[in-house]
Every structure is written in C-alpha cells, then in structure tokens.
C-alpha cells in the first residue's frame, strides 16, 4: 500500500499505556430486563438501543446512578489512541457535539504516521502519503470540536463513575471512553533497521509487498503470522527468505508444511539478523545473519525484509478491568462493546487493532472506531449526559 520499495505497516496506534488499576470489584451482573434505573427511577428503556441489544445489568444501573453524580468538568467523552480508528470516532463523536478529548500516546498517528504511501485507502485513487491522511483526520476532527493533547495513560480506574484517568499529571472523568490505543507491531528493535523502516523494512506484507516485484526478500518469524506474510509474498517476490532464530517452529503444522512446500520459499533456522544493510544508501541492500550454533557470519543481498514477528495489543492498563484474550487483545462482543467476566461493561468500548488481531487495516479501525463513536452517542442519549 505504500510507495517505493520501503515503506512500513498501517494502522495501529499508540501503545505507552503502563499497567494500572483497580479490579471493578464485585460487578456481578443481574440482568434488569427491559427497564433501568434512571438517576435513581426506573424508567423503560426505548427499544433498538445499544444497551438494549448488548443486554442490561445492574452495573448499567449502577452507572446511572453514579452519573448523576458527576459535575461539569467530566467529559462526555474521552478516546484513547490518535490513530486511524481513534481519528476516525474524534470526528464521529466531535459532528455528535460530544466534543471529544483524544489522548495522544508516544506514537501519536498510530502506524500510518510512519507509513508512506498508503495505496488502499478507499477515496484516493492515486493514493496518500500515511501522515497526510493521519494529518487530514486530526484536522477534520478539530474542525468539529474534537481536542488532542499528548498524554500517556498511567492508570485507569473502570470501576469508578465517571471513569477515572490518570494522566500522571492530572486527573480527567469521562463517562464514556473508547479505546482505540492500537497493536504494535513488534520489531528486532536494532539500530539499523529502524533506520530503514519505510525504506525497505516493513512489517506489514498485506500493504508493502506489492512494491517488491520481481525482487528477493527475508521474512522474520517462526508463527503463522511469518508463515502467512512469506507465503503472500510469492505473489511478488522471486525468492523469500524465511529466518527464524530458533530450531523450532511456532508455526501451526498446515501453515509450516505449505511454506515448506513453496518453491520460492527458502528456510534459514537458528538464524539471527545482526544488521540491516542500506542504512547509508536509506534503501535495504541485504542482511548480515548470524547462526547462533555455528557463530558463522554472512550477507544475504535482498531488497526488502518483513517482520512478522507478532504484535503487541496496547491495553496493559485495562488487564483486570475488562476481558482480554490470551495474548492481550481485547475481547469485544457486538463490535466494540468490552466486557467484564463476560458481562458488558456500560459506556466502555474498543476499536481498532488493540481489539482486532484479524484484519488490522487502516479501514477496519475507522470502521470500529465510527461504530465505537455510534454506540457513544446512544449510550449519552440513553444515560444522560
Ligand atoms: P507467535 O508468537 O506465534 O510467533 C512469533 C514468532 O516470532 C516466533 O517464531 C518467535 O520466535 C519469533 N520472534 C519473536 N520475537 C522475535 C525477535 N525479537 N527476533 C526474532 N524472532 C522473534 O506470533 P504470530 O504473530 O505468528 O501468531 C500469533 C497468533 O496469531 C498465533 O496464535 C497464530 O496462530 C495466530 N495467527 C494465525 C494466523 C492464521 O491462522 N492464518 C495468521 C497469523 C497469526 P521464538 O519461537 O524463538 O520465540
């Protein structure tokens, strides 16, 4: 999806969120059927909305009552992570009059601000640059009241209503909030390859892999996340070298077997990346690997190298406070609505790649990230604000 043989991943957002917070204690839900205690009255709910179809429960009621508590200066609400999907509920809520705070992390843009050519998002036929379309967002958000500011959460208090934020140097309410903090993209972290992302490192083959045509490239990677990226990387590439630092494969055996058998596919095991070579020339030239048994040294000329060595979902702050899968993704139900031991957790919802391990385009995170800010603003209109 991006210009030049270089070029990097999409979407996902910032990480920066430190572990945090308190457990909701004790919210074992009850399930209130069809009515909910408004501000300390039960009043029947209005059918076809999202609390409704999410399903109700006694921490909905507590919510409301709670709310009532809250003075002005709490948000209506606030969005975490500045990327595609965070941008695009910015502008969702700001057109809501929700004015919306967006809380920028130590990547702010996500992904597609260290993105060049993006070729695949819809409305560009001749594609944009990753920052212009991440710049384009934030000034169409601000034009409708939405407010970002560079913040790192350090803690989270879910149990609390309005919520409760700490930035480290203040403290912020809300009564909603949508995360949209994004999945990194792990890297080998040297030197040189950071260098070279957007100029031939890349972690994303779905959006770069088009532009190594007729060249020969490394995978990084021993999953099925490497398996998938080498295997879809034949459509371009005339060889692809697949490094993994151990003997062993994480890789699922079906996944493992058809890379095997490809014949554009070559395995090197028990192989190290030492250096990524180009850095003066800002274009990848090849590889310097190392085999961790034998100690040998060698350059692997190539034009291009794919990490596809996992991602990591930006939602440490949240363990504990709402349901995340094995890895650290969370879990959602109905799109984007979190959950706590499976019972939803009212006004809380997540969009984007730190809930989506599946598609992880630009497109999918706004598309969360709209449905996030939809079910915002029914929550406002259902609770009050
Ligand atoms: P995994 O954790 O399964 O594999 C990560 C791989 O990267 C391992 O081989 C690991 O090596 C290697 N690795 C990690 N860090 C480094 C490093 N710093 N340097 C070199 N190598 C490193 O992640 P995946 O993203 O592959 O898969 C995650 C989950 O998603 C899995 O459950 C997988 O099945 C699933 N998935 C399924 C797909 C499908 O079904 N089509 C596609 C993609 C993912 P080591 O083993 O030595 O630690």
Same mark, same amino acid.
């Given at each position: 999806m991006h210009g030049h043989p270089g070029l990097v991943a999409v979407l996902q957002l910032d990480g920066g969120i430190a572990d945090g917070g308190d457990l909701? +204690? +004790? *919210?074992k839900s009850h399930s209130i059927d069809k009515y909910k205690i408004r501000h300390g009255s039960i009043v029947a709910l209005k059918p076809g909305l999202c609390g409704e179809r999410a399903g109700l429960n006694l921490q909905e009621a507590v919510y409301n009552q709670t709310l009532a508590m809250s003075d002005h200066t709490t948000r209506d609400t606030v969005i975490l992570g500045s990327g595609c999907s965070g941008l695009t509920a910015a502008i969702y809520t700001a057109r809501a009059n929700l004015k919306p705070l967006v809380l920028e992390g130590h990547e702010p843009g996500g992904q597609l601000s260290i $993105? $060049?050519? /993006?070729?695949?998002?819809?409305?560009w036929p001749e594609g944009i640059q990753g920052p212009e379309l991440i710049e384009n967002m934030k000034q169409q958000a601000t034009r409708f009241g939405a407010e970002l500011t560079m913040a790192h959460l350090v803690s989270v208090d879910l149990s609390k209503r309005p919520f409760e934020l700490n930035l480290g140097k203040e403290t912020i309410h809300t009564r909603t909030l949508i995360i949209a903090s994004g999945a990194s993209a792990r890297w080998l972290g040297i030197p040189s390859e950071q260098a070279l992302i957007g100029h031939g490192v890349s972690s994303c083959a779905t959006c770069? +892999?088009?532009?190594?045509?007729?060249k020969e490239i490394a995978v990084i990677g021993g999953g099925d996340s490497a398996m998938e990226e080498a295997l879809f990387l034949t459509r371009f590439a005339t060889k692809v070298t697949l490094i993994n630092r151990?003997?062993?494969?994480? @890789?699922?055996k079906i996944m493992l077997e058809r890379a095997m058998a490809h014949p554009n596919i070559v395995f090197r095991t028990s192989t190290v990346v030492d250096e990524v070579l180009g850095v003066e020339e800002k274009d990848v030239k090849g590889l310097k690997l190392r085999n961790i048994k034998t100690n040998v040294v060698e350059n692997l000329p190539l034009s291009g190298l794919f990490l596809g060595i996992g991602h990591e979902p930006? @939602?440490? @702050?949240f363990r504990h406070q709402i349901d995340l899968d094995d890895d650290g993704y969370i879990k959602t139900v109905n799109n984007v609505f979190c959950t706590l031991n499976g019972q939803i957790v009212p006004g809380v919802f997540a969009s984007g790649d /730190? *809930?989506? #391990?599946?598609? #992880? *385009?630009a497109i999918t995170a706004a598309g969360t990230g709209c449905m996030a800010a939809l079910e915002v603003e029914k929550f406002l209109e259902e609770h009050g604000r």
């Open positions: 909701i +204690g +004790g *919210q $993105t $060049t050519l /993006v070729e695949n998002f819809p409305g770069d +892999g088009f532009f190594f045509s007729g151990s003997e062993n494969f994480r @890789a699922s930006n @939602a440490k @702050a /730190v *809930q989506d #391990r599946r598609y #992880r *385009q």
